[in-house]
């Protein structure tokens, strides 16, 4: 299992990531024993990346001084050969986000994008109805799409939904399962591409082993609902999942 085999690597997760989500994806880390760290300064964003063992860039709280620190912490991940993970958080929603996102996609090579359909939508130009930072509607074949991007940009896509889709390109594996109250927790998508960078630190098929990660996230969810009445338990749920099957 994905998550055990990161308790036994210890990789160190250097995050680039939002505001609103960054205690809760530090103790998702944490949770499955990897090691947080959370730096955007632009003075020391290039050191922290070049001890690191993965990287995420994730937008969700953007601002004219992250961009700087993101590109020079992705340029700095490839040059050390570091897999680095884009999580372009409500890309859709407004032109500076998408501005930015083109930016990060022409400078850095990235190893995944993790993106919800309207988000992958907006990477890949087809018209979709944003809903601020959420998926909002509209009508794509995702799984063409998907492919598409992950040939454009060289890189794995995965797609978030009631149904994951992760592609190579040419490799697509679809992980059923979990529940609909993930969505309702701020920052679950988030920690799932933290997740997922710790999971690029590891020896093997990377598409194999993110698709053990996501249906490994999508029990934790079930259980999650199972264990839990609210949806303030139902968060804690998450982390205990997290722990518990990273222990084995």
Known sequence: ?????????????????NYVVANFTANGLLAIGASPVMADEVSEVEEMTSISNG?????????????????????????????VVLDPVGVGATNYRKQVIQSLLQQVQFQLIRCNEGELAAIAGVEWQAKGV???????DTISVAQEIA???????????????????????????????????????????????AALTLEGGPVANLASLLQTYKLIAEEAEHNSTYIGSFQVEVLNGLEKYAKG
């Open 55 to 83: 990287l995420l860039i994730n937008i969700g709280t953007l601002n004219q001084s992250k961009v700087p620190a993101m590109l020079a912490a992705g340029k700095t991940a490839n040059k050390h050969e570091i897999p």
């Open 151 to 197: 040939k454009k940009y060289a890189t794995i896509v995965i797609v978030t939904g009631a149904t994951d889709i992760v592609t190579d390109g040419k490799i697509i594996e679809k992980v059923t399962g979990g529940h609909e109250r993930m969505t309702f927790v701020t920052g679950s998508g988030c920690l799932l591409s933290a997740l997922c960078t």
């Open 134 to 140: 959420d998926s909002g509607q509209g009508n794509i």
């Open 1 to 17: 299992m994905t998550i055990s085999k990161i308790r036994q690597q210890h990789p160190l997760i250097h995050c680039i990531t």
